[in-house]
C-alpha cells in the first residue's frame, strides 16, 4: 500500500512575521485639549478627561517599551493642546528628518518646537517644508515607498517635495471623506509590504492605485475605523491598535500579527488615535534613554 502526504489545507497559511525595534518620539498629553474644531470629530463643548487621557498615553508608552522599543520624549508646551499628536509634526526616514508645515494656523507653533527638537537630537539639517505637509498624519512609510495623503490637510504640492528631500517614491492618495481627514485614520501600515486600508476614504483612482499595489492589503470596516483602528503603529509582528477595533484584530491575527489592544478613546474626541501620537524616528542617530 502507497501512503500518500496529505493534502494541504486550504486554511490561511501561517506567515512567519517577524518584529523589528523602533524608535517613537512622544509627546506627553499635559495640555491635551479641545478648544477648536480643524476636524469633524472635535467639539470643544464636550470638554476631556485629562486624567484619563494622560493614563491612555501612559499605557501606550508603557506597551510600547514593553515591546522593546524606545520611546524618547518631547516637552508639552502649554497652550498646543494638539501637540500629544506629534505624528503630524514631522517626518524621519532612514535618519533623514523633515519638519512640517500645517495648514491650520492654530499648529503652526508645534512644528516648530518639534523641528527644534529634531534639529537638536541628530539631525541638524532637518528643515521646515515649503508646502502645507502634515509630517506622519498624511505620509506613511511602506519599504521604500511612502503613501502621501491630500484632499484635506497637506498640499498636493508637498508630495514631490519629499520625494524630492528624501529621495523616495511618493504616492499620491486622495482622501475624499472629511472624517478620515488625515491618511492614518484612513490607512494603516503593517510592515514593509503590507497594508490596511477604508476604500471608502480614497478617491476612485487612488483606490485604483492600492489595489494594483497591495493586492493583498487588508480591508478595514467602518466599524473600527470609526473608533481610529486604523491608526495604528507596527513594529512587523506586534500591532498597536485600538482596543475596540476588534474586528480589525481579528483579521490581524488571521493574517499572523498579533494585535496589541491599548485604550485609547479620550483622544478620539480631538480626531486622534494610537498613530497620530507616535512619531517613528527610523535610522535613529541619537537614542536617547529616558523615563518617564
Ligand atoms: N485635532 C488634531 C487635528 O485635527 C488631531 C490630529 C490627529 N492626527 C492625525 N494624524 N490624525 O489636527
Aim: with cysteine.
Amino acid at each position: 500500500m502507497t501512503l500518500t502526504a496529505p493534502e494541504p489545507s486550504p486554511a490561511v497559511t501561517p506567515v512567519a512575521r517577524a518584529a523589528t525595534t523602533r524608535s517613537y518620539l512622544m509627546c506627553p498629553p499635559t495640555y491635551f485639549d479641545v478648544v477648536y474644531a480643524i476636524n469633524e470629530w472635535m467639539d470643544p463643548a464636550v470638554g476631556v478627561d485629562i486624567d484619563l487621557a494622560m493614563a491612555q498615553w501612559l499605557e501606550l508608552v508603557r506597551t510600547y517599551r514593553s515591546l522593546g522599543h524606545h520611546v524618547t520624549l518631547i516637552e508639552p508646551v502649554a497652550g498646543l493642546p494638539d501637540m500629544v499628536f506629534v505624528t503630524d509634526s514631522g517626518l524621519v526616514v532612514d535618519g533623514v528628518a523633515m519638519g512640517a508645515r500645517y495648514r491650520s494656523a492654530l499648529r503652526a507653533v508645534e512644528a516648530e518646537h518639534v523641528l527644534r527638537w529634531l534639529n537638536a537630537n541628530g539631525y541638524p539639517e532637518a528643515r521646515a517644508p515649503e508646502f502645507v505637509n502634515e509630517g506622519e498624519g498624511d505620509f506613511l512609510v511602506v519599504g521604500d515607498v511612502i503613501l502621501a495623503g491630500t484632499g484635506f490637510r497637506s498640499d498636493p504640492r508637498s508630495h514631490p517635495e519629499v520625494a524630492d528631500r528624501l529621495g523616495k517614491e511618493v504616492l499620491t492618495l486622495n482622501l475624499i471623506d472629511p472624517t478620515y481627514y488625515h491618511l492614518n485614520t484612513a490607512l494603516g501600515v503593517l510592515d514593509d509590504t503590507t497594508i490596511a486600508y477604508l476604500p471608502k476614504a480614497f478617491a476612485p483612482d487612488s483606490l485604483t492605485l492600492l489595489r494594483a499595489r497591495f493586492p493583498d492589503a487588508l480591508i478595514a470596516d467602518e466599524a473600527d475605523t470609526a473608533w481610529l483602528g486604523l491608526n495604528l503603529v507596527s513594529d512587523g509582528y506586534n500591532v498597536v491598535l485600538a482596543a475596540q477595533a476588534t474586528g480589525l484584530a481579528a483579521q490581524l491575527s488571521a493574517r499572523g500579527f498579533r494585535p496589541v489592544p491599548v485604550d485609547f478613546a479620550e483622544f478620539r474626541k480631538s480626531g486622534g488615535g494610537i498613530k497620530c501620537a507616535t512619531l517613528e524616528l527610523r535610522g535613529a542617530r541619537v537614542r536617547t534613554k529616558q523615563r518617564w
